[in-house]
């Protein structure tokens, strides 16, 4: 019997990629601005120090860093005066993305059926705890769910078993009573078929190409009495 819902957040139960997009539309002119930059070379800036913490750091949460990616770019121009701006840089970002964000349709749906059905629901996340919460908020998902998990508070990022361990003790199940949802087949489903939790993957908006099926296709695997109908 599935008592436990894994869930992924970011490209699961929003579109990941429009909000990315509306984040660097509001960050980059600022640091083009700001270093004499055209956009395009702020935005090569941006993706250069990206690199560079993600190759420094490997498969961590820290690796994810928006923060740590600006900090990274400022020295990488040799202009360490403007470190005093990396955190409204960053800020410009997030705003931006929530702003931007849209919970997928039945997302709530999903987790609320789930739970009146007498399940439980983790979120388990790859990325900084304060920014999952602070997306958690935007999308009203608190009263929705009964644990979560970022990468933060484990050594590695998905497909690292920790993450997943420490989400079926925050539930008090086994894996074999739970299922894991999310849009990435290495990261959310090897990790999750690892230990033998049943994965089912969501549609991506980076990587559409890929398949998978939308939260009320999913909604109806997990409660087939459940009259799912795609919202119009």
């Keep these: 019997m599935i008592r436990g819902l894994l869930a992924d957040l970011d490209d699961t139960v929003y579109d990941y990629l429009p909000a990315h997009r509306?984040?660097?539309?509001?960050?980059?002119?600022?640091?083009?601005h700001a270093l004499g930059l055209t956009p395009a070379a702020a935005e090569k800036a941006w993706n250069g120090g990206r690199d560079t913490v993600k190759g420094r750091l490997g498969a961590t949460a820290s690796s994810h860093s928006r923060l740590l990616y600006l900090a990274e770019l400022v020295h990488a121009a040799?202009?360490?005066?403007?470190?005093?701006?990396?955190?409204?840089?960053?800020?410009?970002?997030?705003?931006a993305f929530l702003d931007a964000a849209r919970?997928?349709?039945?997302?709530?749906?999903?987790?609320?059926?789930?739970?009146?059905?007498?399940?439980?629901?983790?979120?388990?996340t790859d990325l900084m705890l304060?920014?999952?919460?602070?997306k958690l908020e935007k999308f009203g998902l608190f009263p929705h769910i009964d644990a979560l998990v970022a990468s933060e508070e484990v050594p590695r990022d998905k497909p690292a078993p920790e993450i997943f361990q420490l989400a079926l003790a925050r539930?008090?199940?086994?894996?074999?009573e739970c299922v894991m949802i999310g849009?990435?087949?290495?990261?959310?489903?090897?990790?999750?078929?690892?230990?033998?939790?049943?994965?089912?993957?969501?549609?991506?908006?980076e990587r559409p190409d890929d398949g998978g099926k939308t939260l009320a296709e999913i909604a109806a695997i997990l409660n087939p009495k459940t009259n799912v109908k795609e919202p119009a």
């Excluded at 040799?78 to 705003?95: N, P």
């Excluded at 539930?171 to 074999?176: F, K, T, V």
């Excluded at 290495?186 to 993957?201: E, S, T, V, Y």
């Design 22 to 32: 509306a984040g660097m539309a509001a960050a980059v002119p600022a640091i083009a």
């Design 78 to 95: 040799g202009r360490a005066d403007a470190l005093a701006a990396v955190r409204g840089w960053d800020r410009a970002y997030w705003t």
């Design 103 to 124: 919970l997928r349709p039945f997302a709530i749906e999903l987790f609320a059926g789930f739970r009146a059905s007498g399940g439980k629901v983790a979120i388990v």
């Design 130 to 134: 304060d920014v999952q919460l602070w």
């Design 171 to 176: 539930l008090g199940l086994r894996a074999d």
């Design 183 to 205: 849009d990435h087949a290495k990261k959310d489903g090897q990790g999750a078929l690892a230990l033998g939790i049943p994965f089912h993957q969501v549609v991506s908006s």
